[in-house]
Structures are given as structure tokens and as C-alpha cells.
């Protein structure tokens, strides 16, 4: 079937330091992929996507590029802040526009 | 616009009741999503709506789960004779249509005792 499979957390860093999160998907097809972000207490927002192969999404400095050879999506950052403390996930877009998640990351950056 | 609003954010229920969650969506969304989220999970998929019909309905929606959007904007979710593994996070998203963003709610987050 259709699935996502994340690295699970808690992954600590220190402030400035590099993340990677690596997120790897099934799918029939070219679907496109997402990283969603939920900070402490609010709602999940969409952080980046990329709609095909090779394709690079960014934003907040991080990115992710669409692997189709190895079916991957892994997201990264150069360095990173305190305030990008969340939890973050991985998906998949599936028939009708649903999205398939992963399980999440707990991200924790300490000054 | 204010976004995906959930109402209430937090319901506390004893074992056996029924509860009904409201979602509003992005004004002139026409797709509406639930989805359930349990804890240290990501979401799940539960069904979703087209304007006023609902076009797809997964497993997960037992039939103690009903949802409707009578008139193709608010959303309703409700959930009959709750049981504890009902406690979890109800998320809505909307997206304007097909292949657009989805735009989550805050959630309302069930505690069933």
C-alpha cells in the first residue's frame, strides 16, 4: 500500500547545528510530497512541498528534494534555531487530495 | 479570512456519550478533510467532503462516525457512544480543490473517560 516511514524522534540538537530528518515513501505513481510542521499548541502547516521528481522544495531555510531512484524526501536544515522546536512530518499526496502522514519527529533545539 | 476554525479546541466526555465537533473551513474551500491523530502519531485519514458530498470514508470510520456538510461549507463530526480509543486529536484541513493546498484547523482534542 501507500505509506510514509520517518525517523523517529526525539532528535535534540544544539543551536546552529545541521538536521536532517529523513522521510522515505511507497507509492504507485509520482505523488507529491510534503513536510508539515506543528509547533507547541498550534496547528499543522504546511512547511514545503515538491510536486515531482527532483524537484527541491524550501522555505525557513529548510529544504527537500524529491527522490524518485531512492523514494525519498528527506528534510534538512543548515542550522538550526530554537524556535524551530516542533514536530515534524512527512506526506504523501493520495487519491482526492488526502494526505498520508508519518509517524513524525520531535525536533528539540537547545541553546 | 481566519483560517480552518474548530470549535470546541478541547471536549472532555464520559465513556458512552455521543459528541459533535464543528469545523469552517476556508471560505469557498470546496474540500474538506477529518483526520484523526492519536498521540505521538500523525494523522490519519478519515473522510472527506466535495462541496456537500462526501466521496470517501475510510476504515477507520466506524459506523459510530457520521460527518456531513449539509450545505457545502461547515462541517460536522460525530461520534456516538464514545469509547476510550476515541480519545485522540480531530483535525480538519480544507484546499480550494484538487491537487491544492490543504490548510489545517488547530484541532479538537477529545478526552474520553
Known amino acids: 500500500g501507500n505509506s510514509v516511514t520517518q525517523m523517529e524522534g526525539p532528535v535534540t540538537l544544539s543551536e546552529e547545528a545541521f538536521l536532517t530528518i529523513n522521510c522515505t515513501y511507497t507509492?504507485?505513481?509520482?505523488?507529491?510530497l510534503f513536510w508539515y510542521v506543528q509547533y507547541p499548541g498550534e496547528g499543522l502547516q504546511l512547511l514545503l512541498k515538491?510536486?515531482?521528481?527532483?524537484d527541491k522544495g524550501s522555505n525557513k531555510g529548510f529544504e527537500a528534494t524529491y527522490r524518485k531512484e531512492t523514494t525519498s524526501f528527506h528534510l534538512e536544515k543548515g542550522s538550526v534555531q530554537v524556535s524551530d522546536s516542533a514536530v515534524y512530518f512527512c506526506?504523501?499526496?493520495?487519491?482526492?487530495?488526502?494526505?498520508?502522514f508519518g509517524g513524525g519527529t520531535r525536533v528539540l533545539v537547545k541553546p | 479570512d481566519t483560517g480552518v476554525s474548530q470549535d470546541p479546541r478541547h471536549k472532555i466526555t464520559k465513556r458512552g456519550q455521543n459528541v459533535t465537533f464543528r469545523c469552517d473551513p476556508i471560505?469557498?474551500?470546496?474540500?474538506l478533510y477529518w483526520y484523526r491523530q492519536t498521540l505521538g502519531q500523525g494523522p490519519e485519514f478519515l473522510t472527506y467532503?466535495?462541496?456537500?458530498?462526501?466521496?470517501?470514508k475510510s476504515r477507520l470510520l466506524s459506523d459510530r462516525f457520521s460527518a456531513e456538510r449539509p450545505k457545502g461549507s461547515f462541517s460536522t463530526l460525530e461520534i456516538q457512544r464514545t469509547e476510550q480509543g476515541d480519545s485522540a486529536m480531530y483535525l480538519c484541513?480544507?484546499?480550494?480543490?484538487?491537487?491544492?493546498?490543504?490548510?489545517f484547523g488547530q484541532g479538537t482534542r477529545l478526552t474520553v473517560v
Open positions: 467532503f466535495q462541496n456537500e458530498a462526501q466521496l470517501e
Open positions: 515538491a510536486t515531482k521528481a527532483d
Open positions: 471560505s469557498e474551500h470546496n474540500r
Open positions: 484541513a480544507s484546499s480550494l480543490d484538487l491537487n491544492t493546498e490543504a490548510f
Open positions: 506526506a504523501r499526496q493520495a487519491a482526492g487530495n488526502k494526505l498520508t
Open positions: 507509492a504507485t505513481g509520482y505523488p507529491s
